[in-house]
């Protein structure tokens, strides 16, 4: 009799066990990757200055970019949720500006969404600028 309770006991623990699983959700694709690029340029005042470009390894669409100076100051780039196909060049400032030449550590957050199944991704990447215009 004390074999007939232990089998009622262990009777929907290994049912629990060995239920079906539902379906699992498919893996979302990994986030995109941007290979950031610099321009020196000269500023109107004549101080140095810098423009910033990207480009990601896959089709996005960007919302905005928010670039931290290594000061620590931020700035938003509105990119207006623009699709930028694989490898297109994106100006990360507005057209015939610059930021001035800071030297050191400059983050960057890419906020947007993979396209075309819409993915949200928010990706960090940095850059290291030299203190030297030409190094």
């Known amino acids: 009799m004390k ?21 699992s959700e498919p893996e979302a694709p990994p986030p995109p990757k941007f290979n950031i690029s610099t321009v020196n340029v000269t500023l109107a005042d004549g101080s140095d200055g810098i423009q910033f470009f990207a480009k990601p390894d896959k089709d996005v669409r960007l ?5 931290t100076n290594p000061l ?11 699709i930028f196909v694989k490898d297109q060049l994106i100006e990360l400032q507005a057209p015939g500006t610059a930021y001035i030449r800071v030297s050191g550590t400059w983050t960057f957050e890419f906020v947007g969404n993979l ?3 819409g993915d949200n991704f928010t990706v960090k990447q940095t850059v290291n600028v030299s203190a030297k215009v030409g190094q």
């Not at 919302?63 to 670039?67: E, Q, S």
């Open 3 to 23: 074999l007939y309770r232990v089998a009622l006991l262990l009777l929907p623990v290994l049912l629990f066990a060995c239920g079906k699983k539902g379906p």
């Open 63 to 67: 919302v905005r970019v928010d670039i």
């Open 72 to 82: 620590g100051n931020k700035t938003s780039f509105n990119a207006g949720g623009e």
């Open 115 to 117: 396209e075309p199944n």
